[in-house]
Structures are given as C-alpha cells and as structure tokens.
C-alpha cells in the first residue's frame, strides 16, 4: 500500500508540472497573439496608453525622411542610383541617431533603419523664363510613355498669356480615359463679367469620369508666380477642391478615373513660362527631354521614388515595430 500510495504522490506531481507548463504555453501564445493584434492596430488606434508617442514619431519619421527624399531627388549633383541610395542611406543613419537621443531622454528607445528603395525618375525644368514646350520648342508633346506612378507634381508659372481666352495651357494624364489639368482666361462659367476678371485666371481639372472643377486664382506674374501644387491639392498655398473631391466626395485628384500605365502630356506649352518638377516610377522617355540634369531646358534624371524603413518603437507602455514606405506627394490609389 506504501508503494501504491508513493507511486499516486509521483503522478499527482508529474500531472501538477504538466498543468504549470501548458499554463506558461498558454500565457506566451496569449502575449505573442495581442502583440500581434496591437502592432496591427497602433497606427489606427491612439487609446492604447503610452501609444501615442508611438503613433506621433511614426508620423514625424515619415515627414522627415520625406523631406529628405525630395532634397536628394532634386540635388543636382546626385546623378545615379547607387548615389542616391548611399545619401538616403547617410542621412536615415543621422536622423537615427539624432531621433534616438531626443526620444532617449524621454524614456523611449527608437530604432530606425534603412530596408530598400524603388527607382524613379524625375521630370523637371528650372529655367523660370522658359515657356512649358519640349526641348526642341514643341508645343504638344509626350513627357513619359507607360508610367505607373506619379508624385510630387508641381508648377510656379510666372506669366500666363493664352490670347484672348483660349484654351490655354494644359497637362494630361491619358490611357482609355483622360484626366486634365488647364491653366487658363477662361473658367467653367465664361468669361467676361459672368466669368474670370481681367486679373484672373482658372485652374480647371476634368477626371477621366467626365467630372469637373475648378480654382480660381490672381493672374501671375515674375515676381507672383501661380504655385500649383497639384498632388499636394492646393493652388497659391490654399487648398484647391478641383484638385482634392468635390462636396459629393467625388475624386479629382492626378489620375482620378484613369487606370495606369499612362502617358503624361503637356499640350499649349506656348502659352505660359514657368517652372515644374515630377516623379514617376515607372515610364518611358524620347528625346523630348534632356538626359541628365539641365538649368536651361527640360530634362530626366535618375530619381528615388520611394524608400522603406523599419521602425521600432519601445518606452514604459509598449512596444511597437513596423515598416514605413515614404513616397512624399503621392495621390490616394
């Protein structure tokens, strides 16, 4: 009876040690299942305590290094890919350091690192007294064939002249369908006193649904150019809704209604002198644009068109780990 009762002690405590483990394996599967569920959802979700720190580096992170981005893609003297890399590279290493030690002071441990790149090109001229033709002074031409991407679309046009209210001059995106943008005398309503003033012009944009809208600005000039920042959605640093949805939410951003790859066109080139700038991700390029950088006339360069980092983030209440995609001046899909 001894040896029976003994032999029960020993299968109580070997059934006691196997409860305790599977306890333990249901604690870290329970704990390995919320920091799933909590990485998925921080982005999204400012009610977890301790998390908005997490939430407002994250934002500040991506600003940051899209600055950056644009800085490089525009500097002059970065002329190929592996250049541009290595200062993305350099200068995401800086602000980790930099961004480390603020966040460090304040009870946070920050990583942040380089993942990879996707490759680009940019479009630009940067002769303000140029008009908007191509290199060899064609007034309708192709930009880019097949882009998949674009961001970052910008103008400062120093003089509009169109000639007693013409068309004006007018930026296309096209397959199938079109998408518009004109800057021109004359707006949606007309002209003369039912229309634009003699010191106004219209920023019209038709989608490729056959939706339209338009802003209406003061005529430019050398010394006021109109800033058109048409992926960032604003006309003279005010928000521009031809360029944003209309009150029915209606889209009208760059590409709204048109499907991709599609061609990029400047049409009455003639009409205004100015400057612009672009990125596409993907595309195709003739001899209407110089090869390389060029002060006086339009050209393409090698370009970054977006950059990834991974990100973790760690203080007293949670800790976070993600990857960020930076593709400054990007319109919604």
């Known amino acids: 009876m001894a040896h029976l009762s003994g032999g029960g002690r020993e299968r109580g405590q070997l059934l006691l040690v196997g409860v305790l483990v599977l306890a333990a394996m249901f604690i870290v ?26 939430v407002e580096y994250r934002a500040e992170l991506v600003d940051g290094i899209g600055e950056i981005v644009v800085a490089i893609n525009e500097d002059e003297n970065v002329t190929s890919r ?8 350099t200068e995401i290493a800086m602000v ?4 480390g030690l603020s966040q460090a002071l304040s009870g946070a441990v920050v990583e942040v690192g380089y993942a990879s790149t996707t490759g680009g090109h940019r479009i630009a001229q940067e002769n303000a007294s140029r008009n908007l033709t191509d290199r060899n002074a064609t007034e309708h031409w192709t930009l880019a064939e097949d882009v998949t991407s674009v961001r970052n679309v910008g103008f400062q046009l120093r003089d509009v ?7 004006g001059f007018e930026m296309t995106v096209s397959n199938s369908d079109t998408w518009s943008l004109s800057v021109s ?10 229309g ?16 339209q809208a338009e802003c209406v600005r003061d005529k430019p000039n050398t010394t006021s150019p109109l800033t058109i920042d048409v992926t960032g959605g604003t006309v003279d640093e005010e928000p521009c809704h031809a360029l944003n949805r209309q009150a029915d939410t209606t889209p009208m951003w760059l590409g709204a209604g048109v499907n991709s790859p599609y061609d990029i066109e400047f049409d009455d080139g003639q009409n205004v002198n100015g400057t612009y700038s672009m990125v596409v991700e993907s595309a ?10 060029n002060g006086s006339e339009p050209y393409v360069m090698d ?6 980092l991974s990100y973790a983030y760690q203080n007293h209440a949670v800790a976070y780990e993600d990857t960020l995609r930076v593709a400054p001046g990007e319109v919604p899909p």
């Open 303 to 308: 370009a970054l068109y977006d950059v990834e």
């Open 284 to 293: 195709s390029f003739d001899a209407s644009l110089r090869s390389g950088y």
């Open 82 to 89: 592996s250049e541009l890399e290595n200062h993305t590279r």
């Open 29 to 54: 599967l329970a704990l390995v299942v919320n920091s799933a569920i909590f990485a998925e959802n921080l982005a999204t979700r400012e009610d977890v305590p301790g998390s908005e720190e997490a």
């Open 196 to 211: 634009l003033g003699a010191d106004e012009v219209a920023v019209t944009v038709e989608t490729g649904t056959g939706d």
């Open 96 to 99: 980790r350091s930099r961004g």
């Open 185 to 194: 005398e004359e707006g949606l309503t007309g002209v003369g006193a039912d």
């Open 161 to 167: 002249d169109t000639g007693n209210f013409s068309s």
